[in-house]
């Protein structure tokens, strides 16, 4: 164990901390978190942790959530400024307006997104339960925010349904693209396509399997396939290698990298535990409006 594991774990006990990480940060980030996942298992179980403070190894959204369901327990970002530009791509005005326009409307928001967009919505979705949720709501009109990829996507799968699509993005998986893929496929042709639903059409399309996080290293450790192209963000290989030592994993090109995620290091974290400086507060009215649709969310995927 190094130094800085040695401390973090010792400021841990000493802090009553544990470490939540999301599967897109560095492996050895991964490697001294009590709780690796993707969002929904990490919005989860951030809502029933125990203990007094959460160190978030994520973007701030992920620590906004844990603040807004777990209200007394002290949440830490080893760095404030690791983000999620998605998270901030659809407004407030916006979602007034088409409120106005269908009376029916139901504002479902993925939660990459920050605490006022989800204020301002009726229910959160992650990618592992997006189709569920929107299956179950009564509304015909379903006002998607703020993740065009993922609206697309289970907008094909419920044909009944009238989901209106805003413009947002993850710039990370919107540049994947379908020819970069079919290049990986040419050089691995026994490889499955695994792909994250925030990919553009083209590159879903050629997935054998299309899911969350958690559903790609599912897929990839039922499959009998020893082969795997990985459509999403490269801090995943770490588990999936982990999980599957004899299966090969191949990157789209040089891999695709989140830079929020990436800004999260061991070093930042022990100094997280140590000065307890980097806490995520949010004004309370804020927090009890987006707490209502991320339990809507807890309540919906059970
Ligand atoms: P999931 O964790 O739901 O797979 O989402 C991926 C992501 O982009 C997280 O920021
Ligand atoms: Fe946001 Fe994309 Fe990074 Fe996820 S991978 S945190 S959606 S920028």
Redesign the pocket.
């Given at each position: 164990m190094s130094d800085l594991t040695e401390k973090i774990q010792r400021l841990k006990k000493e802090k009553n901390a544990v470490i939540c990480a999301?599967?897109?940060v560095d492996g050895e980030v991964q490697d001294v978190a009590d709780y690796i996942?993707?969002?929904?298992y990490?919005a989860k179980i951030a809502s029933k942790v125990k203990e007094d403070v959460i160190v978030f190894c994520?973007?701030s959204f992920?620590g906004e959530s844990a603040k807004i369901l777990n209200p007394t327990k002290t949440v830490l970002m080893p760095d404030p400024d690791a983000d999620?530009p998605m998270a901030h791509m659809a407004d407030p005005e916006t979602i007034k307006k088409m409120r106005e326009q269908y009376e029916d409307l139901a504002v479902v928001c993925y939660?990459?997104s920050n605490a006022v967009l989800k204020a301002c919505s009726d229910v959160c979705v992650?990618?592992?339960n997006a189709l569920k949720i929107v299956k179950e709501l009564p509304n015909k009109n379903i006002y998607f925010i703020p993740d065009q990829h993922l609206a697309s996507y289970i907008a094909q799968q419920v044909p009944e349904k009238n989901i209106l699509i805003n413009p947002g993005y993850?710039p990370i998986?919107h540049e994947l693209s379908a020819d970069a893929v079919k290049a990986e496929m040419r050089r691995h042709p026994d490889a499955q396509v695994l792909v994250?639903p925030?990919c553009p059409k083209d590159v879903t399309d050629l997935a054998d399997y299309a899911g969350?996080?958690?559903?790609i290293l599912e897929y990839a450790k039922k499959s009998d396939a020893e082969e795997f192209i990985i459509c999403?963000?490269k801090g995943v290989f770490h588990e999936l290698r982990k999980q599957n030592p004899k299966k090969q994993f191949y990157m789209v090109g040089e891999g695709q990298c989140?830079e929020g995620?990436k800004r999260i290091t061991l070093q930042k974290v022990a100094d997280a535990l140590e000065l307890c400086k980097t806490e995520t507060v949010i004004d309370e009215k804020l927090r009890q409006d987006a707490e209502k649709p991320l339990q809507k969310m807890l309540e919906l995927s059970k």
């Open positions: 999301h599967y897109y996942g993707d969002s929904y990490l994520g973007v992920m999620c939660v990459n992650t990618s592992a993850c998986h994250h925030e969350s996080t958690s559903g999403t963000e989140c995620m």
